[in-house]
């Protein structure tokens, strides 16, 4: 009996600490897990700094509308330069509709530039997707055309005869080397100075940029960067220096019985001329200059994101939303009245100059540049 009672005491002893063995496993495993969890907490707090030579793999960006002028990426640059964002997600601007208004709250109120960017996000998104060459064929990068500034976190993509010398100018100031645009005289000195480029920058680099900075670029109707061009390179130039290397290839295509000083010199091409050389380059697929060459050529706009879109028609105040959402509004203004020696603006002479143009000339010039004007909704009809 007693034998018996001593084993039964036994093994209620043995199953009581195998109870009790249990609660504390999991007790310690729930402490464990409330440790962990405020680990992860306090280390989305931290930003990790990027080092030059770190590698990461290079994660494509698939084309999306960007959120409200890319908030996260805004809020993370001003308060922590050159840092990787946390993990977080990545949040998208929701369009504003009766079903996600309640009912007890004002409809928020959307000016009318930010109203007018989201129409050319969208626009832009609705084109790339049904183009899908254009957002998976390989590309080069034409490295110089992105311009950035590590002091503003900013990165411009410039495409000539829309502006591009005054924003110049303002990376000059942003980046310490001017104290107002005004400050850099001359129309063509500009360009002659040195820029913080893609260039000379290696893919690490270019990639965390490109993810963290404050991305834009300006665009223009199609036709009027081509007629820009050619009055600015070859009716009237500030030099002479596009005469003699281009405007002398274009009058030996086009035209014949000229002395060799005036194939040299280069000079009085015509519009008509200067449109089919423009045609020819495209089609054979020789060296275009970046001055009649294609918007998405310089910036592929399907395969960059960009967080804004400025346009050349509300050239000022997308200029100044850009210094705005960048900070530096109150430290250096865009030079508005900064303008060219032409007297009469393009608007007014579209017409006088393309109706010079024979109608399969200038289908053709459409043809090249089709992609920049779908892209971004502009149109050719008056000139067809």
């Not at 804004?308 to 960048?326: A, C, F, H, N, R």
């Amino acid at each position: 009996m007693l034998d018996h009672h001593g084993g039964g005491n036994s093994k209620l002893q043995r199953l009581f600490l195998v109870l009790l063995g249990g609660v504390i496993v999991l007790l310690a495993l729930e402490g464990l897990s409330m440790v962990r969890s405020e680990a992860r907490c306090t280390i989305q707090q931290v930003p990790v700094v990027i080092q030059q030579g770190d590698r990461r793999e290079k994660v494509p960006r698939e084309f999306d509308l960007p959120d409200t002028h890319s908030e996260r990426r805004l809020k993370t640059t001003k308060t922590t330069r050159k840092t990787v964002p946390t993990t977080e997600a990545k949040t998208t601007a929701e369009p504003v509709t009766d079903e996600n208004i309640a009912t007890d709250t004002p409809a928020p109120v959307i000016d009318q530039n930010r109203q007018t960017q989201l129409q050319r996000q969208q626009h832009l998104k609705e084109f790339c997707q049904n183009n899908r060459r254009l957002r998976t064929e390989k590309f080069k990068i034409r490295d110089f055309h992105f311009i950035y500034s590590d002091k503003a976190s900013a990165l411009y993509c410039y495409i000539p005869k829309v502006a591009c010398t005054n924003w110049k100018k303002v990376f000059q100031v942003m980046d310490g080397n001017y104290e107002t645009p005004l400050d850099i005289k001359g129309k063509e000195k500009v360009h002659y100075l040195k820029f913080n480029t893609f260039e000379k920058t290696n893919l690490t680099e270019i990639e965390w940029r490109r993810n963290l900075y404050y991305s834009f670029l300006f665009i223009r109707h199609p036709f009027e960067r081509v007629l820009s061009a050619y009055r600015n390179k070859f009716q009237d130039p500030y030099n002479e220096q596009y005469q003699r290397v281009y405007g002398s290839r274009v009058l030996r295509l086009f035209r014949k019985n000229l002395t060799e000083a005036e194939y040299k010199a280069g000079k009085n091409v015509t519009f008509r001329e200067f449109a089919d050389y423009v045609i020819r380059v495209h089609t054979k697929r020789e060296f275009v200059n970046e001055h009649w060459d294609t918007m998405h050529n310089l910036c592929h706009p399907c395969r960059v994101k960009y967080d804004y879109i400025g346009s050349m028609d509300s050239l000022i105040e997308d200029s100044e939303t850009v210094l705005k959402e960048i900070g530096w509004y109150n430290r250096v203004k865009f030079p508005a009245k900064a303008t060219d020696k032409y007297k009469n603006k393009l608007p007014t002479l579209m017409k006088q100059y393309f109706s010079q143009l024979p109608r399969n000339v200038t289908m053709k010039l459409y043809k090249i540049y089709e992609a920049d004007f779908k892209a971004f909704g502009y149109s050719a009809d008056e000139y067809l």
